[in-house]
């Protein structure tokens, strides 16, 4: 045991389990590519099968240094060069690798589309790939036994450095693999790495020795430059979350149909908007706003609810019902908000004068009633049960705010589809001019002048007139001018406090 006192042997078992590590990476690299070609449940299981017959064949090889020794005496010559056992095996190692990088450079390279389906993916087999491994495994095995016999004179020093080397790239082979696949670019880069490798290798067997200090490097520098990239990717992704989802998700899909949100003066911009009509840009970008939307911004508000009171007589409802062209009526008892059913007008008139069959169908249309703050798209599965019928609208306290059909999703996709007694709410009348109402949708709005920022996070407001009362602070008058996003809002007409008319220019 007195061996293990002797600090140069300590000195030489580290540098040697060090300079093993060095030489493996790329054996590494090479497995993390090849085990990528098989199925996810087989991956595993390649790296450890390929790193362990590397550990067996140093270890073999160190048992017949012997033999080992006799690889570098002259075996053939041709046209004046002459070569070694040790020169033919890393002369065909070296062209084995340089094939398959440039293969795999070109595989990645010429960039392909591959239509991967479940049941139909095609993955490399087993037993093919673990061949190739061993055949790397044998040229990057010599190299680094004969690095162990050129450093250490102890044969126990040689295995252990060996065996301890080799547990280390086992554990790092699952998170270099994971972190290589995750990174086209890494790829590339690892890929290029064998190719010099191998070209390296090809020296070798000529008899051109290139020092390793010189290719390791190169690729030193290599890897620090692609680490500032996946920084600066990473420092991207990072402050690009920080941004609205539907911001990001509506900035991507406009940009493809080539919204406003980039100038057309790209190509591909040229083309999407060729291939997108302007309507259908619009329906896109509202489906987009819809998860992120209240009920409150798309339903029709208290004050424009036409609603039949009980306590009336038959006469003057069918009066009030025969004088709009509206459908369907909530049915109240003295206040809108005791709303007791949701009614068609026909099936109203047809039993006004019958109070039993009035009664009947008031019984048979239960309302329903959503939370005004609810998001649109959650609303969806509401209206869809109330097949078809209106739904009413409440604030916190139970209080009617106002109700919403299926029309009022589709308005908020496809634009306004106003009734015979209603006034759009928002009128082009220039190539960037529009008169708008107060009560105009501020995600409508963004969605006419092809931008995002009108609606801010967690924003109190919904319109127009509540965007310029926000940002006013209240104090607002006939002629008011609001410059917000290079948008400008002028008020043209109030009816008593509160903003009806609006003039917008972009």
């Given at each position: 045991m007195e061996f293990l006192m002797d600090p140069g042997l300590w000195v030489g078992l580290i540098t040697l389990i060090i300079l093993e590590i060095v030489l493996g990476i790329d054996n590494l690299v090479f497995i993390a590519i090849l085990a990528e070609k098989l199925p996810p449940e087989q991956r595993d299981k390649a790296r450890v099968v390929g790193l362990s017959l590397a550990l067996f064949m140093?270890?073999?090889?160190?048992?017949?240094?012997?033999?080992?020794?006799?690889?570098?005496?002259?075996?053939?010559?041709v046209?004046?060069?002459?070569?070694?056992?040790?020169?033919l095996i890393l002369l065909f190692g070296g062209l084995f690798l340089v094939y398959k990088a440039v293969t795999e450079l070109h595989e990645k390279i010429e960039g392909k589309p591959e239509l991967k389906v479940a049941t139909n993916v095609v993955y490399a087999g087993f037993t093919a790939v673990v061949a190739q491994i061993v055949v790397l495994d044998a040229v990057f095995s010599l190299d680094s036994v004969i690095t162990a016999i050129g450093m250490v004179d102890n044969i126990y020093v040689m295995m252990a450095a060996m065996i301890a080397a080799m547990a280390v790239m086992l554990l790092a082979s699952k998170p270099l693999t994971s972190f290589v696949n995750r990174h086209p670019t890494v790829v590339i880069l690892c890929l290029s790495f064998l190719l010099l490798i191998g070209i390296s290798l090809i020296a070798e067997g000529f008899g051109f020795h290139i020092p390793k200090g010189y290719i390791y490097s190169g690729i030193g520098v290599a890897i620090v430059i692609e680490a500032f990239n996946q920084f600066t990717q990473r420092n991207v992704a990072k402050h690009e979350s920080k941004i609205p989802l539907r911001h990001r998700t509506a900035d991507s899909i406009l940009k493809l149909m080539g919204g406003k949100i980039e100038t057309a003066d790209n190509p591909e911009h040229q083309q999407a908007q060729e291939a997108f009509a302007a309507e259908e840009r619009y329906m896109i970008g509202g489906v987009l706003t819809l998860a992120e939307r209240s009920v409150a911004s798309i339903m029709t508000p208290r004050s424009q609810i036409s609603w039949v009171d009980l306590n009336d007589s038959p006469e003057k409802i069918r009066e009030q019902?025969?004088?709009?062209?509206?459908?369907?009526?909530?049915?109240?008892?003295?206040s809108l908000d005791k709303v007791i059913s949701i009614v068609r007008a026909k099936e109203l008139l047809d039993v006004l004068d019958d109070e039993d069959e009035l009664k009947n169908l008031i019984k048979?249309?239960?309302?329903?009633?959503i939370f005004e703050k609810m998001k649109v798209i959650d609303a969806i599965n509401t209206l869809r049960t109330s097949k078809g019928?209106?739904?009413?609208?409440?604030d916190e306290f139970g209080n009617v705010q106002g109700l919403i059909s299926p029309l009022d999703v589709f308005e908020a996709i496809a634009g306004e589809f106003p009734d015979a007694d209603e006034q759009l709410d928002l009128v082009k009348l220039g190539e960037k001019e529009w008169k708008a109402s107060g009560m105009l949708d501020l995600y409508q709005l963004e969605l006419e002048l092809g931008m995002l920022d009108l609606v801010e996070d967690d924003a109190g407001y919904i319109s127009v007139s509540g965007l310029i009362l926000d940002k006013m602070q209240g104090h607002v008058e006939l002629g008011t001018v609001l410059n917000y996003q290079g948008i400008q809002f002028k008020v043209t007409e109030m009816e008593g406090n509160r903003i009806k008319s609006v003039h917008i220019q972009a």
């Open positions: 140093r270890l073999g090889l160190l048992f017949a240094i012997s033999w080992l020794v006799t690889l570098t005496k002259p075996l053939i010559t046209f004046d060069w002459t070569f070694s056992g040790r020169d019902v025969l004088s709009v062209p509206h459908s369907l009526f909530p049915v109240c008892r003295g048979k249309h239960r309302p329903i009633y019928s209106l739904v009413m609208v409440s």
